[in-house]
């Protein structure tokens, strides 16, 4: 009976030893979803020797991949208007000291959570990569917010009391352009309806209808070293330091490739061009209060911390190598975790899992000089589904 291999491949460049002759497998048909009929394991004419690790094996290689269990962090006490720290991003333009706590303005505080956004403009981005037509929905910021900005500046500790905002994108109130669908983000900036809400920001405002100090905004270092333009020559600056920066918020502009943005000293709501690139940012979170774990709205479940450590560790090992559904379920198993606390994570760990199949017989192709045939059983054997081994046959030009 052939042997199969749970795959280790730590870091991509774990190596597996094998003894013995590799199998000669029986002609098969062109399409692989339909091989399924025809590989197995009577049609094998030789045996093939792997080493086959365990569970135990796996855990032992990935060292310190394991996460500690999360410590929800505990904001208490806090009024609107408030400067807090929470999380942390390099601002003074300088990495070998570390990254640094990030300061939040509490503009609103709602039952059991707050709002909370950046005092400065943490760095600098285009609202979207490309000119065309886009709305908070589709533009790349958002996903740059709710990815690698999210990924960089908060935590296990502090992901656990980030809420799930739901978000209304309202149209333009000059251009009546929509604004697209509503979203649910975890990062996001404010829309020009909020800016209102929050800091009196009417488009006619004047020196006798004043902006909320709070509006105005200076670059980090490191934001401005990003490409933030810092003024020091506008209308109206952060009192401390007699600058003033521009910053986007999410609302459609006057045309659909233009987005609303804090110009120098007031909120243009024609807006700029949405590749124009010396707009800083200022992220926005809504976080629970009291330390308490967070629930998605989309689903509106509470998560356990069980569920949050079986995430954080099926992104640990996703880093690590590449799993097939129902592998990485497995080895969180052994890791402790109950089925559902291992099924949430593998179902929520956001991973491509025909591109894990890919990776998986990449690296078996390196190793092995496996046949298509055989690399479509091996894929089977290791989770994957017909459709996910198929489509890494063909990727990999089997």
């Known amino acids: 009976m052939k042997k199969k291999l ?75 208007g408030d400067i807090i720290e929470f999380g942390n991003y390099e601002q003074d333009n ?19 959570h707050a709002i909370l956004m950046s005092v400065y ?39 656990c009391i980030v809420r799930l905002t739901a ?13 697209g669908n509503s979203t ?14 929050y800091f009196n920001a009417d488009i006619n405002a004047s020196k006798s209808n004043p902006y909320d100090y ?19 020559n506008g209308r109206f600056f952060v009192a401390s330091n007699n600058t003033t920066c521009m910053y986007w918020f999410r609302t459609v502009g006057g045309s659909q490739n233009r987005a609303v943005d804090m110009y120098i000293g007031f909120i243009s709501v024609v807006g700029s061009e949405v590749n124009y690139g010396n707009h800083g940012i200022r992220p926005c979170v809504t976080v629970n209060l009291n330390g ?9 479940k509470v998560l356990t911390v069980g569920e949050i450590n079986a995430l954080n560790l099926a992104h640990a090992y996703l880093e690590a190598m590449p799993f097939s559904l129902n592998g990485l379920i497995e080895q969180l198993e052994y890791e402790g975790f109950s089925y559902d606390e291992a099924k949430y994570a593998a ?3 956001g991973a491509d899992w025909k591109e894990q199949a890919v990776l998986m017989g990449r690296k078996y192709l390196e190793l092995y000089g496996f046949s298509r045939s055989d690399l479509y059983e091996q894929l089977k054997y290791e989770g994957f589904s017909s459709n996910e081994a198929g489509y890494a046959l063909r990727e990999l030009g089997l």
């Not at 570390?98 to 039952?111: C, K, Q, R």
């Not at 978000?167 to 604004?179: E, R």
């Not at 308490?292 to 509106?300: A, M, P, Q, R, W």
């Open 6 to 80: 749970l795959v280790i491949m730590v870091c991509l460049s774990f190596w597996l030893n094998a003894c013995g002759n590799k199998d000669t497998v029986q002609g098969t048909n062109n399409d692989p979803e339909n091989e399924v009929e025809v590989i197995n394991g009577d049609e094998m004419d030789e045996e093939v020797t792997l080493i086959e690790h365990t569970p135990e094996e796996l855990k032992e290689e990935l060292g310190d991949a394991s996460v500690l269990p999360v410590e929800p962090i505990n904001i208490s006490d806090v009024n609107v």
């Open 94 to 112: 300088n990495k070998s000291n570390g990254s640094e706590a990030i300061e939040w303005y509490v503009i609103d505080i709602e039952n059991d």
């Open 121 to 159: 403009a943490l760095d600098c981005k285009s609202y979207n990569d490309t000119d065309e037509s886009v709305t908070w929905e589709t533009c790349s910021l958002r996903t740059w917010l709710n990815d690698d900005f999210y990924n960089e500046a908060f935590n296990a500790d502090e992901k």
């Open 167 to 179: 978000l209304d994108n309202n149209s333009n109130p000059d251009s009546g352009i929509s604004g």
């Open 184 to 197: 649910q983000d975890r990062v996001f900036i404010l829309s020009y309806d909020e800016a209102v809400y």
């Open 214 to 232: 709070h509006i105005a905004c200076a670059p980090t270092a490191y934001a401005e070293q990003q490409g933030a333009k810092k003024y020091e």
């Open 292 to 300: 308490v774990i967070s629930s998605d709205v989309e689903t509106e």
């Open 347 to 349: 179902d929520n760990c």
